[in-house]
């Protein structure tokens, strides 16, 4: 979705999309984890380079639910993201991590005098306010070059949490994306706007139901209504 009249975002239409379901679906993920940490601990591991050496712990289970700091980080969250990724290694779990994010994007707010609601950190912030926190500013952030970075290292942690606990944790919703006769019944806007947004570029389509038609993110619309109302 275009912003008028704010900065470009550096996300895809599709790759926002995907960010917002990523953000939404890892608290359930990391409460499964919290929930089941013993018995999938206990399922051990086994060497990626020798398959017929075994671990009696799962080490991605640990890394995932570590809650340590590890220190005080001496590179920005999206510098972080990168060497991670590059290592092919998780630094911080989680909620760490998560917390990197969240103190770095606040002091560029700060900086920025952008209007914000505090995050909650350290002993009471969790991955679900951690998550609804990014998902409350998605809309600065995605403004944001870093917002890439974001985006792919929020995406690694549901991929590594869906093959730790399974992807059936992370529950459908059939209501998210629509054409827009379905966005005019689900969030009460008269369609004629939604064509009229279209039209301006400012709401963009996702993809085709099995009809052909255009869909659209329900929450690009909604966020969309909030803006212009």
């Given at each position: 979705?275009?912003?008028?009249?704010?900065?470009?975002?550096?996300?895809?239409?599709?790759?926002?999309?995907?960010?917002?379901?990523?953000?939404?679906?890892?608290?359930?993920?990391?409460?499964?984890?919290?929930?089941?940490?013993?018995?999938?601990?206990?399922?051990?591991?086994?060497?990626?380079?020798?398959?017929?050496?075994?671990?009696?712990?799962?080490?991605?289970?640990?890394?995932?639910?570590?809650?340590?700091?590890?220190?005080?980080?001496?590179?920005?969250?999206?510098?972080?993201?990168?060497?991670?990724?590059?290592a092919r290694s998780r630094r911080l779990?989680?909620?760490?991590?998560?917390?990197?994010?969240?103190?770095?994007?606040?002091?560029?707010?700060?900086?920025?005098?952008?209007?914000?609601?505090?995050?909650?950190?350290?002993?009471?912030?969790?991955?679900?306010?951690?998550?609804?926190?990014?998902?409350?500013?998605?809309?600065?952030?995605?403004?944001?070059?870093?917002?890439?970075?974001?985006?792919?290292?929020?995406?690694?942690?549901?991929?590594?949490?869906?093959?730790?606990?399974?992807?059936?944790?992370?529950?459908?919703?059939?209501?998210?994306?629509?054409?827009?006769?379905?966005?005019?019944?689900?969030?009460?806007?008269?369609?004629?706007?939604?064509?009229?947004?279209?039209?301006?570029?400012?709401?963009?389509?996702?993809?085709?139901?099995?009809?052909?038609?255009?869909?659209?993110?329900?929450?690009?619309?909604?966020?969309?209504?909030?803006?212009?109302?």
């Open positions: 979705m275009s912003h008028p009249p704010s900065e470009p975002s550096w996300l895809t239409t599709a790759d926002r999309a995907q960010l917002e379901r990523d953000l939404d679906d890892l608290p359930e993920l990391a409460d499964q984890l919290d929930a089941n940490y013993g018995a999938l601990l206990a399922r051990g591991a086994r060497n990626p380079d020798d398959p017929w050496i075994t671990y009696p712990a799962s080490l991605a289970v640990i890394e995932l639910a570590d809650r340590r700091t590890k220190g005080a980080p001496t590179v920005d969250a999206a510098s972080q993201s990168e060497i991670d990724r590059l779990g989680v909620l760490p991590s998560l917390e990197m994010w969240l103190r770095m994007l606040e002091a560029d707010m700060l900086d920025l005098d952008v209007d914000h609601r505090p995050p909650l950190l350290d002993d009471t912030g969790t991955v679900t306010t951690a998550a609804g926190w990014l998902r409350t500013h998605l809309d600065w952030i995605a403004c944001r070059q870093e917002s890439v970075d974001l985006a792919a290292e929020v995406r690694g942690m549901v991929i590594d949490l869906e093959r730790i606990v399974g992807s059936a944790y992370a529950a459908p919703d059939d209501r998210s994306v629509g054409t827009i006769g379905k966005l005019a019944t689900w969030c009460g806007i008269p369609e004629r706007t939604l064509y009229r947004w279209v039209a301006r570029g400012w709401l963009d389509p996702l993809g085709t139901d099995d009809r052909g038609k255009p869909t659209y993110r329900r929450r690009d619309a909604e966020a969309l209504a909030r803006r212009v109302a």
